[in-house]
């Protein structure tokens, strides 16, 4: 009798913990839950198999005469009912037909492996090992890749009891997963794309032990892929964290010394009085000879200029944002890079609104000198805070290609350009 699929957490397991939210108490992550859904559905699995094993045995030993070994395979050229191959390369290789029942000793060897990388995923899953930690956990993703790599080894070994149908419905996924994750010209790739014909019909069965190792493939690509996107999106967290405190600096010492950074702009020659001759970010005011008293001083630098600059800066800033999420991919993965990168364009757009108008004050861009309005320095804090697309569109970029490169259900093959492999 094979081993059934129990999974038990036995001394690892930790009573329900308020910093814990993998362990319940309705504040599981998604993650979580998807992989303990995938941990019923491959227990299942694994279960139906063996049921169905062992009722073809006696039928699978005496049908032709044939005895099961423990090893070997009766693998013929063809089979009745099943497409040639397209592809002289894939013509080679042997079509299947019905898989032989496994033995006993080799059925239970599959459950038994199967069962321990369930119960590692499962404890990944419940935060138990590895043990979450409310920030840490997030940060690293230790607990995300340790439950999906188990699931994903777990489903590459079930797959070596598969019968020819169960290979036959299983093509496509791997297939679709092998178009996304793994470089064109990966020759894993130009086999597992060759098992389908026109209209993405299964024109080749392949061999289980052949789609365990595709599935394995695959899976592994996609565990790399999504491991890169986790880093990418810490490197801009961490890049959201540098910007904002450089901003804080540069708003902290203009306010406590308005003359270290000064944005306003006066005419030359200045006007008459009473025109305001000199136009600040908070105010415009007479230029010092045109001062009425000594101690009124409208025509200078105030404690609020960079602030206000930098606050425009920040609305150009999320002005860009939503041109930015309109054409970001949505995906199902735990690592969202959209967020991260939405935080980043709001301390660079006001930083870019403060750098900008220290550039035209300084006649720096030629045309953009002639500022004599307050309405004007805001309205170029605005955008200048809006242009910061031009800097951060390399990582909007850089976002989409790591998303594309992950194997989800939000986006259909068609949109998905065929990876290269990179130097």
């Not at 000793?105 to 419940?126: G, I, K, Q």
């Not at 001062?291 to 630098?301: A, E, V």
């Amino acid at each position: 009798m094979a081993a059934t699929i129990d999974l038990p957490l036995g001394a690892n397991a930790e009573k329900p913990s308020f910093w814990n939210p993998l362990q319940g108490g309705g504040r599981s992550k998604a993650w979580a839950e998807d992989a303990k859904a995938k941990i019923s559905y491959f227990k299942f699995k694994l279960e139906t198999i063996r049921t169905r094993n062992a009722a073809e045995r006696p039928t699978s030993e005496a049908s032709e005469g044939r005895v099961a070994t423990t090893g070997g395979s009766d693998w013929p050229a063809s089979a009745p009912g099943i497409a040639q191959p397209i592809d002289a390369d894939i013509a080679s290789t042997a079509t299947a037909t019905d898989r032989r029942t496994p033995s006993p000793a080799e059925l239970d060897v599959t459950c038994h492996l199967v069962n321990e990388l369930l119960s590692r995923a499962a404890a990944a899953a419940a935060g138990i090992s590895p043990r979450y930690r409310p920030f840490w956990g997030w940060w690293s993703g230790a607990g995300i890749e340790a439950a999906y790599r188990n699931l994903h080894y777990a489903e590459a070994s079930i797959a070596r009891l598969y019968n020819k149908e169960e290979v036959r419905a299983e093509t496509p996924e791997v297939v679709r997963r092998a178009r996304v994750s793994l470089a064109e010209d990966d020759p894993n790739r130009r086999f597992t794309v060759g098992l389908l014909g026109p209209g993405d019909s299964v024109i080749k069965i392949c061999k289980p032990e052949e789609l365990s190792a595709l599935i394995s493939l695959g899976h592994e690509a996609s565990d790399r892929n999504r491991a890169k996107l986790r880093t990418f999106r810490n490197v801009v967290l961490v890049g959201s964290i540098i910007m904002s405190v450089l901003l804080a600096v540069l708003v902290g010492l203009a306010a406590r010394w308005p003359d270290l950074i000064p944005l306003c702009f006066t005419q030359d020659p200045p006007p008459a009085s009473p025109t305001p001759a000199v136009a600040c970010p908070t105010a415009a005011g007479a230029s010092p000879a045109q001062q009425p008293l000594p101690g009124l001083q409208l025509g200078r630098p105030q404690a609020w200029d960079v602030f206000i600059v930098a606050l425009l800066g920040l609305v150009g800033g999320a002005l860009s944002v939503a041109v930015f999420i309109r054409g970001m991919y949505s995906n199902t993965t735990p690592y969202n890079v959209a967020v991260p990168l939405s935080l980043l364009k709001l301390p660079v757009g006001a930083i870019s609104a403060i750098v900008g108008m220290i550039l035209v004050a300084g006649d720096f861009v030629p045309g953009f000198s002639a500022i004599d309005k307050q309405a004007q320095i805001l309205a170029y804090a605005v955008v200048f805070g809006f242009s910061q697309q031009l800097f951060t569109k390399t990582l909007d970029r850089r976002a989409e290609n790591l998303i594309a490169d992950l194997p989800t259900a939000s986006k259909p093959d068609a949109a998905t350009p065929p990876r290269q492999s990179s130097a």
